[in-house]
C-alpha cells in the first residue's frame, strides 16, 4: 500500500484547516498551561520556558494525543475534527495534547545547546539558549520535565479518569522521555557522529530518539479514551512507525531543504558526519522506507477500526511535508 491509496481507506480532511484548527487548540492549551503553573512569575528561568513553549510549531504529538483520544473514543466512523465548546468535545484531550508538547520543547531546548546540536535556529527564531543564554536554557529544560509531568498527571485527573490511568499516563510519558526512550536515543546518536552505522543501527537509535514520544502520544491518547488492549496495539505500532517515517523525512529535508524552509539550519547531518537514511538509501529510497512505514501504520489500524481521517491526515503529514 503507498501513502496515495490512504484516501481510499481513510476519507481526506481538509488538511490546511484540520491542522490550522489542532495547533490553534493547543496554542491555547499551551497558553493556559502556562498561566495555570507559572502564573506571574518572574525571572529567567521562567521567561525561557515561555519562550520555549509558545513559539510556533508542527505540534504532531500534541495533535496525535487528540487524535488517538477521539478515535478510540468513537471509532473510525465518529468524531470528526476538533470542536472546542464545552466539556465533552471532541477537544477535551487538549491540555493532555499540551503536557507532551512541553517534554517535546524540552528535547528541542537541550538538543540546540552548544553541547549538543549547538544550533542558533529553531521553528525560525533564535533557539533558547541564544536569547537566554546557556545556563539558563539548561536550567528550564531540566524544570519542564516535572512540569511537564504535573501537568499529564492534572489533565488526565480533570478527564475524570481512575488513579490508574493517571499513572499509566504519567508512566508512559516519562519512560518515553527518559533514558529509555528519547534520552538514550539522543545519546545514542551523538554517540554514532562519525561512525558509518548500518540501517539496522540507525533505526534502533531514532525508535528511541524521535519515535519514543511519538508512539507515547498514540498510548497516552489511547489510555485517556479508555482503550482496548488490542486497539492500544495497533495505537503502539502506528506510532512507531510515523515517528521512524518522521525522522527519515527530517533526515531527507536536512539534505534537499534550506534553512529558510525548514526554520532551523539545514545540512546539520552533514557537518556532523552523521550517518543518515539519504546516506543509506539515497534520497529516493528513504522516501519509499518513509511512505512504507505510515502505510504500513494506517493499515493496522484499519484493521481495529480507528483509522480515522485525522490519523490517516498526519500519517501523510509525516512523509510529505516541506519543513
Known sequence: MTVSRLAELAPPVDEAAFFAGERALIARALDELVMRYLGDQQGPV?????YAVQGEGKRLRGILVMAAYRAA??????????????????????ALAAAIEIVHAYSLVHDDLPCM???AMRRGRPTVHMVHGVAVATAAGMAMVPLAARAAADAARELGLAPSQVGEIVRVLMRASGAGGM???????LEGEGLSLSLEDLERIH??????????????????????AARLEAFARYGAAVGLAFQIADDVLDVTGTTDQLGKTAGKDARFRKSTYPALLGV???RT???????EACEGLRLCDVLTPELAAVARFTVTRSS
Open 46 to 50: 521562567a521567561d525561557a520556558i515561555r
Open 73 to 94: 473514543r468513537d471509532g473510525a466512523h465518529g468524531g470528526g475534527v476538533a470542536s472546542d465548546e464545552g466539556t465533552g468535545s471532541p477537544a477535551d484531550a487538549r
Open 117 to 119: 546540536d549547538n544550533d
Open 183 to 189: 534520552v538514550g536515543g539522543q545519546l545514542l546518536d
Open 207 to 228: 525508535r528511541r530518539k524521535t519515535g519514543a514520544l511519538i508512539e507515547a502520544a498514540m498510548a497516552i491518547g489511547g489510555i485517556a479514551a479508555g482503550a482496548d
Open 284 to 286: 529516493d529510497g528513504a
Open 289 to 295: 522506507r518513509a511512505e512504507a512505514l505510515v502505510a
